[in-house]
Structure formats: structure tokens, C-alpha cells
């Protein structure tokens, strides 16, 4: 499938007041950066986090939301349903690096854990929120996926479990956009950003890795969807 000239189909939202948005991961990090910017745009912000005391923003909403847990999936879906009626963005952003090592020599407990962080839990976050989602035409679902399990290029195979959870939300990505046309999903690789995960080494600051996640949960109704970005660029999978 070509690619080129896809990014200049993009058009953008200015503002997003009246919208609401979800936020996984949001209380530290890339996530917390995206959070806070949906907020200045005008949206009203679920802030999801594991612990919501750790959601320290007054302007946002905190949510009890670790995606390995279906139950607070359930739960925080419909507190949204409840107090605010509808859900126009959902940014996929919690996930963790996971052990590395040769694949026989890894723990299946590790396994369940970071494909159940990276793969499993924005899986059937997207399902319980597709209800809401679908509702109005145009809203995004923003999966933060990574260069590390991006086929084109060479996957992370010393830390095999963080590149194939990445390669594998890369699927349902693509799968959405083609089921629901009037829904944009798109991934994007934020580069190596400067978060617990990636080091104070790495080249990119916080913002910069919020920038083209922002870019997509800003996508108006007609914009590319099934796509894997960096840098506002298409990128192969």
C-alpha cells in the first residue's frame, strides 16, 4: 500500500472544547504531557492511571485504571458513560519495558505481564470504549506503539517482549480503521524520549515524544486512519 502524500491529507482540530478524552498512563511521562495538552485544547480529560492518587493535575479527572484489570476497565467506561455521556478521543498510552534476554530464559510470568500491559490491556480498553466511540463520526484512537516493533526496520530483540507487544498493537490498529471508517485509529512511534522507560540519555525530551501523539488525537473527521506514524510521517510497519 503506498504511503506517500498521506500526511497532507491530514487536517487538524483547533480546539477541543465539548470533547472528552481518555488518557491511559496519564500520570507520569509521555501520558501526563498529552493529558495535560488535551486539557489545554479544551477537552475534559479522564486521566487513567493505576494509582489516581499519583493524577496530581486539578483540571483533570482521575480514573482507577490498570489495563490488565477488565473490571476497572468496566468501571471507568462507565463512570465516562455516567458523568460525561460520551468519548471522543482514547490515547493507548500506559505500557512498560518488560525484562530483556533470550526468549526461553524469560519468565512467563513476565510474558503475561508485558503483553497484558502493551497488547492485551489497550486491546479491550479499545473494545469497551468502541461503544462510545462510535457514537460520533471522527473520534481517535491514538495507540503509542514504538520503532522497537516495527518490522521494516528491525525489532527490539533484546528486549523481545516490549517489541512484539508493540508489533501487536500495530494490529489492531489497522483492523479498527478498516472495521469502523468513520473512526480514526492510527499508531505512532514517539522516538526515544526521556521517561523512566527510556533513560535521561534519551534524544528526545518529554514534549517532543507528545508532539505527534497530540498531532493524531487532533485529527479531524476525513484525516488518514490505519496508519503507523513518526514525525507527522507515515512509517511502514
Keep these: 500500500m503506498g504511503t506517500e502524500g498521506i500526511d497532507d491529507d491530514a487536517s487538524l482540530l483547533d480546539s477541543l472544547d465539548g470533547q472528552v478524552a481518555l488518557v491511559t498512563g ?11 495538552r488535551l486539557v489545554d485544547l479544551g477537552a475534559t ?40 455521556g460520551r468519548l471522543d478521543v482514547l490515547v493507548n498510552d500506559a505500557g512498560i519495558y518488560g525484562p530483556s534476554g533470550r526468549f526461553a530464559d524469560l519468565d512467563p510470568a513476565d510474558i503475561e505481564r508485558t503483553f497484558g500491559v502493551n497488547l492485551h490491556g489497550p486491546a479491550l480498553l479499545s473494545h469497551a470504549a468502541l461503544p462510545l ?22 525489532m527490539d530483540t533484546s528486549h523481545a517482549l516490549y517489541g512484539i507487544s508493540k508489533a501487536g498493537l500495530n494490529a489492531p490498529t489497522n483492523v479498527l480503521a478498516h472495521q469502523y471508517p468513520d473512526l480514526l485509529v492510527n499508531s505512532v512511534c514517539p522516538g526515544r524520549v526521556r521517561t523512566d522507560m527510556s533513560g535521561e540519555n534519551a534524544a ?26 513518526r514525525d507527522e510521517v507515515v512509517i511502514e510497519w
Design 26 to 36: 496519564a500520570n507520569r511521562g509521555i501520558g501526563a504531557e498529552i493529558a495535560s
Design 45 to 84: 480529560v479522564y486521566a487513567g492511571a493505576r494509582d489516581p492518587g499519583d493524577v496530581t493535575a486539578d483540571e483533570q479527572r482521575p480514573l482507577k485504571l490498570d489495563v490488565t484489570n477488565e473490571g476497572e476497565i468496566e468501571a471507568a467506561i462507565g463512570a465516562i458513560v455516567e458523568e460525561a
Design 133 to 154: 466511540l462510535t457514537e460520533r463520526k471522527g473520534s481517535r484512537i491514538v495507540n503509542v506503539s514504538s520503532g522497537a516493533g516495527q518490522f521494516e526496520s528491525g
Design 204 to 229: 528526545r525530551s518529554v514534549a517532543e515524544g507528545a508532539q505527534i501523539p497530540m498531532w493524531l488525537a487532533r485529527f479531524a473527521s476525513g484525516s488518514p486512519s490505519g496508519y503507523f506514524w
